[in-house]
């Protein structure tokens, strides 16, 4: 319960939903031309975004994981 209140976790909780909805949208949409994907020399659009959009997110659960340890913005309820 003490980390409850850390601004840090709540932002570490929303990037991981993101980046399950960005597995989620991936999976529904780009990955089914994946067979395509093979023939083609560069990965279509969607697919290099998905990539970049969960590099990004995961990097910034860790980042947020990290930072979940310290008592910056924690709100206490007073």
């Given amino acids: 319960m003490?980390?409850?209140g850390k601004a840090v976790l709540w932002t570490k909780m929303v990037?991981?939903?993101l980046a399950g909805v960005?597995?989620?949208y991936f999976h529904l949409t780009t990955y089914r031309s994946v067979a395509k994907?093979?023939?083609d020399?560069?990965?279509p659009y969607a697919?290099?975004?998905a990539g970049i959009v969960s590099l990004v997110?995961?990097?910034g659960v860790i980042i947020f994981g990290r930072l979940t340890a310290y008592n910056w913005f924690t709100y206490d309820g007073s």
């Fill in 15 to 17: 990037l991981m939903s």
């Fill in 2 to 4: 003490g980390y409850y």
């Fill in 47 to 49: 697919g290099r975004m």
């Fill in 57 to 59: 997110l995961w990097a």
């Fill in 41 to 43: 020399p560069m990965l």
């Fill in 37 to 39: 994907c093979d023939r």
């Fill in 22 to 24: 960005n597995a989620l």
